[in-house]
């Protein structure tokens, strides 16, 4: 996906009002979430900040792992509420008009007919710019809000993943470009040589098509695909234009690549196929005395046992009744059994050491859950620069989402990208209208 060795950047905003941020300082100031002003005003940042992309995560659940019901999360605030982005993009679309959005359907749920006209139609709306982050969904309360009594394994999400990537593929491809020909003297108005039915019927799917929607304006949405599991990168190297990363360290970094590479190269593509999105944290400062102060006062801001409930909601488990002695080794086929992000455990036992206990790692988790940086705008930049050419500078940068949200962001986007520029690592003007120009440029 990305054929130059541009740093592209995004900008995660999953529920940025969640997770402890609602309350920090230059957050969210007369919010209403119901509204379009705030994602509005994040949007004409980030285009000013030069970003690819801003991408919304879901999930379809109110979280109940940590104490067996949902009171945690509503009181302070942690994963909920999730409205869904859809009809917020079209508002951003409009304020921002190189920038491109990323937003989460499941191919464990939706039908990949629905999918598949969705983007499509969205990709009309904001002039190509829109790109479907495919996940398989591994939340237990999603399931049952999708009416299933119990979530299917791993293995099952991910076959189903696989089928439900091709199908929406095969919609998306079931127009030619040049089918539409509105020639007012002949009265033809699209060539039925160039719209092909469908016609799949699989394990999962039965879909006859074409699909009812005018060629994309960018060839076909972007496609994004997040997990690091075996299932995951696979999936990825299979189907997805860019996959959204977490790792915690350069050398972890430089290995997901690695394997990456090689698997894009099995399954027919090149490398520069799919590019990255590396998640990285950033607490940026005038100095890095500042940063350390900025970092402090958030994480000082933090309840303590914080870090304990986001492994209890990511991981599906409820470790508040598990013993803070517990070393991660032991805890490796409790979480395998969840089959929910397996790929992040295994990167947290890796990265942390198996013989690290729950109790040190729930300390930690929120500060350090992803790569991060503190430090002054120099010193962000060097990191971001490690952090891309680690990557094999084929992708680019997602902020993770612990900011206080539009400060941080206007912060970013007015110290450190004009450094990254001055570098030469970032763009200094948009080279394409759609989200897939961009991304290759």
Known sequence: MCQSETMHLAVDCSFIHTDHLWAQPGSWVNYQYYGPDFYEDVARIAQRGFFDMIFFGDAAETPENFGGNYDVPLEQGIRWPKHDMVPMIPYMARVAPNLGFGTTMSTTYHHPFHVARL??????????????????SAYKNEAANWGFDTMLPAAERYEKAREHMKVVRALWDSVEADAIVMDRETGVFADPSKVHLVNHSGKYFKVRGPLPCLPSPQGSPVVIQAGQSDDGMNLA???????FVSRRTLKSIADHRAVLDDLTVKHGRSPR???VFWSVRVQVGDTKEDAVRKEKRFLDSLPENAGIIELSFLYGIDFSKFDGKMKLRDLLDVVQQQQVHWGTFQELVKTEGAETTLEEVGRRYIADRSNYVVGSVKEVADHLEAVHESGGRNGGIILAKSFAAPGMLRDFAETV???LQRRGLVRTKYAATTLRGNLNS
């Open 273 to 275: 196929d799919l590019g």
């Open 417 to 419: 990208v004009p450094e």
């Open 119 to 136: 983007f499509s139609s969205l990709d009309h709306v904001t002039g190509g710019r829109v790109a479907w982050n495919a996940v398989t």
């Open 237 to 243: 190297a299979m189907h997805a234009d860019m996959q």
